[in-house]
């Protein structure tokens, strides 16, 4: 079955500074993978996502994610990070059409 | 596009009560809407599935006859909570797979529902 790891429950960043969330899945067959974030008390907001084709996706809020096969990677990233930032993170793969969740990142985002 | 929304965002009730949750997609038909359950600090744990026209499937352990879901109409699935005790205090959320995406396994998410038993 499918399944994602995220390493670092938490992360803290600068404002400005480089944002990476680390994800790495398990799949034994060509994966379809997701980022969301949600801020407190909300649902889930679609970042991005990966299906086929380009390995580099761009996604809403300036938030792109590099699909490596060799490394079983997804990794988010955002060059400079705003304090709208702060919020969970979760990375999903699809399996068998549902989701599997990763435990999230918290970010925070330090002025 | 692919909005999802839930009633009621808040809900508090007494035990032994019976609460109901919507879900609907309201710029789309969802085929498929999932049903969530997330404990503070925690990921989302999936409860069931639920296909327009047809039974859900609920994941293993959890309780089908006391989380009764309805997907009556392709933008319209309803979460019971019957007989609800404080341990089914939590926060809800549902999500709606687009058939116009569904390939991809999409899900669009609700707002969320919070539901506190006293």
């Known amino acids: 079955a499918q399944s994602v790891t995220q390493l670092g429950s938490h992360v803290s960043v600068s404002e400005g500074a480089l944002v990476l969330l680390r994800c790495n899945y398990s799949?034994?067959?060509?994966?379809?993978l997701f980022w969301y974030v949600q801020y407190p008390n909300q649902g889930l907001q679609l970042l991005l996502k990966?299906?086929?084709?380009?390995?580099l996706v761009k996604g809403i809020n300036g938030f792109e994610a590099e699909f490596k096969k060799s490394e079983t990677s997804f990794h988010l990233t955002k060059p400079s990070a705003h304090m709208s930032d702060a919020a969970e993170y979760f990375c999903?793969?699809?399996?068998?059409?549902?989701?599997?969740f990763g435990a999230g990142t918290t970010v925070t985002v330090r002025a | 596009g692919a909005v999802v929304s839930q009633h009621p965002s808040r809900v508090i009730c007494k035990s032994g009560t019976s609460v109901k949750i919507e879900c609907r997609s309201l710029?789309?038909?969802?085929?498929?809407m999932f049903w969530y359950r997330q404990f503070p600090k925690q990921s989302l744990m999936l409860m069931a599935t639920s296909n327009e026209g047809s039974k859900a499937t609920y994941e293993q352990g959890v309780e089908k006859d006391k989380f009764l879901i309805n997907h009556a109409s392709l933008t319209l699935s309803t979460l019971t909570v019957t007989s609800a005790h404080p341990e089914d205090s939590s926060f809800y959320i549902c999500?709606?797979?687009?058939?116009?995406?569904?390939?991809?396994?999409?899900?669009?998410f609700g707002p969320g529902t919070r539901l506190t038993v006293l």
């Open positions: 799949s034994s067959v060509p994966p379809y």
């Open positions: 999903a793969v699809s399996n068998d059409y549902k989701l599997s």
């Open positions: 999500s709606a797979r687009d058939w116009r995406t569904a390939s991809t396994d999409t899900q669009y």
């Open positions: 990966y299906t086929t084709g380009a390995t």
């Open positions: 710029d789309f038909q969802a085929t498929t």
